[in-house]
C-alpha cells in the first residue's frame, strides 16, 4: 500500500487511533516545558502503509484535536486534512524514507538542548541516564534550513548508524526518533533533562566522563533488561 490511504474498516480504525495518540502526545510537548506557542511538532508512522501523521502548522496547542492531525505520504503530501501541514513535514518524511526502522520523529525547541544546539556542540556522555537511554554523547547535527528536506538530511545523516535518537541540529533545536511516537517524545524530554544536567555541572567545573565500556553495560542493561518483562502468550 503505497501513499493511499487504507481502503478496509480494520486500517481505517488504527488510522483513527493513530491520529488521535499524536495529538495526544503532543500535550506531552507542552507537559513537560519543551515547547512555546506553535513550535514543535510529534509524527507517527501509520503501521503498513507509507504514510504518517503530523500537527498541522501553526495551530495552538489546546486546540490540537485528533481531526486536526495531518496525513501525509512519504514525499511529505498530504492525503488526508483540511489543513496545511506542519513547516517540518519534509523533514520528517525524508527520515522515514531513509530509516525505515523508525515509527516516530518529534522536534523541539526546548530551552537546554537549543542552548547546545547554538554552539553546535554535543552533550557529553557523563550520566548514567545519558548511557541508559541514548548509548553515547547527544551528537550535534549540521546547520539546514527549514523548508525542504535538508533538516531531514541532517538528521539521518548524524543518527544513522549512532545509539542517540536525539540530534541537536545546529542553531534550530532537537530532532529525535523512536520505535514510534511515544519513544520519540520520551527521547525529547530525556534529552532536555540531560541537558540541563550536564549544563549545570559545567558550571561547577569539568564534568567526567564515563568510560565506554561501563556506557556500553549501562545501555544493554537499559535497552534489553531494564522495565518489566513482555505478557506472557499463554
Not at 146 to 173: C, F, K, Q, W, Y
Request: charged share 20%; aromatic share 6%.
Amino acid at each position: 500500500m503505497n501513499g493511499v490511504l487504507p481502503p478496509s474498516d480494520e486500517p481505517d480504525r488504527s488510522l483513527a487511533s493513530l491520529r488521535r495518540q499524536v495529538s495526544d502526545l503532543h500535550q506531552e510537548l507542552v507537559r513537560y516545558g519543551l515547547v512555546v506557542w506553535t513550535a514543535g511538532n510529534v509524527s507517527a508512522r501509520v503501521p503498513g502503509a507509507d504514510l504518517f501523521v503530523i500537527k498541522p502548522s501553526g495551530v495552538d496547542y489546546d486546540q490540537l484535536t485528533p481531526d486536526s492531525m495531518i496525513v501525509c505520504d512519504l514525499d511529505g503530501i498530504v492525503v488526508e486534512g483540511k489543513l496545511s501541514p506542519s513547516s517540518d513535514t519534509a523533514a520528517h518524511a525524508y527520515v522515514y524514507r531513509h530509516m525505515p526502522e523508525v515509527g516516530g520523529v518529534v522536534h523541539t525547541h526546548s530551552t537546554y538542548a537549543c542552548a547546545w544546539s547554538a554552539r553546535g556542540e554535543s552533550v557529553p556522555c557523563v550520566l548514567t541516564a545519558m548511557a541508559d537511554e541514548f548509548g553515547a554523547e547527544i551528537p550535534a547535527g549540521p546547520f539546514a534550513l527549514i523548508g525542504d528536506d535538508s533538516i531531514g538530511r541532517g538528521v539521518v545523516e548524524t543518527l544513522r548508524g549512532h545509539r542517540s535518537p536525539a540530534v541537536l541540529m545546529r542553531n534550530h533545536g532537537v530532532f529525535t526518533i523512536g520505535k514510534d511516537a511515544r519513544a520519540a517524545v520520551k527521547a525529547a524530554v530525556m534529552c532536555e533533562d540531560v541537558a540541563r544536567t550536564v549544563h549545570i555541572s559545567r558550571q561547577l567545573g569539568e564534568p567526567q566522563p564515563i568510560a565506554q565500556p561501563h556506557i556500553d553495560r549501562l545501555y544493554d542493561r537499559y535497552q534489553n533488561v531494564y522495565g518489566q518483562p513482555a505478557p506472557s502468550a499463554e
